[in-house]
């Protein structure tokens, strides 16, 4: 199962965040059909942050793949839980809850 993981880090602002949207469909591209996105660097994102991840899933999701988000700081899963984005999205603790949720073997 080919998957990727990209970490974006500190701010996740309008600049940024259509910089990730661009990124994922690089990876999309390349036919990878697994993204995780790792936000444990993010210390803060606006609603624009959150439009790009939505039309990146919807994007990863047209194309057959699976789009996951984890190791959410407090004030990003905040927001998340604010804009009932954690009932879209699958969101794991870390890393090794998702390796293990999609069954990838320890390194």
Same mark, same amino acid.
Do not use: W
């Given at each position: 199962?080919?998957?990727?993981?990209?970490?974006?880090?500190?701010?996740?602002? %309008?600049?940024?965040?259509?910089?990730?949207?661009?990124?994922?469909?690089?990876? !999309?591209?390349?036919?990878? @059909?697994?993204?995780? #996105?790792?936000?444990?660097?993010?210390?803060?994102?606006?609603?624009?942050?959150?439009?790009?991840?939505?039309?990146?899933?919807?994007?990863?999701?047209?194309?057959? %793949?699976?789009?996951?988000?984890?190791?959410?700081?407090?004030?990003?899963?905040? !927001?998340?839980?604010?804009? @009932?984005?954690?009932? #879209?999205?699958?969101?794991?603790?870390?890393?090794?809850?998702?390796?293990?949720?999609?069954?990838?073997?320890?390194?």
């Amino acid at each position: 199962m080919s998957h990727k993981v990209i970490q974006p880090t500190e701010v996740l602002d %309008g600049i940024s965040a259509n910089t990730l949207r661009h990124e994922i469909s690089d990876v !999309i591209a390349k036919d990878v @059909k697994t993204i995780l #996105i790792d936000l444990q660097n993010v210390t803060f994102m606006n609603s624009s942050a959150i439009g790009a991840l939505v039309a990146a899933f919807k994007a990863v999701r047209s194309e057959g %793949g699976n789009l996951s988000l984890c190791s959410l700081t407090d004030q990003v899963r905040i !927001i998340f839980e604010i804009t @009932k984005m954690d009932q #879209i999205f699958d969101i794991y603790a870390d890393r090794h809850e998702f390796e293990q949720k999609i069954g990838i073997p320890a390194s």
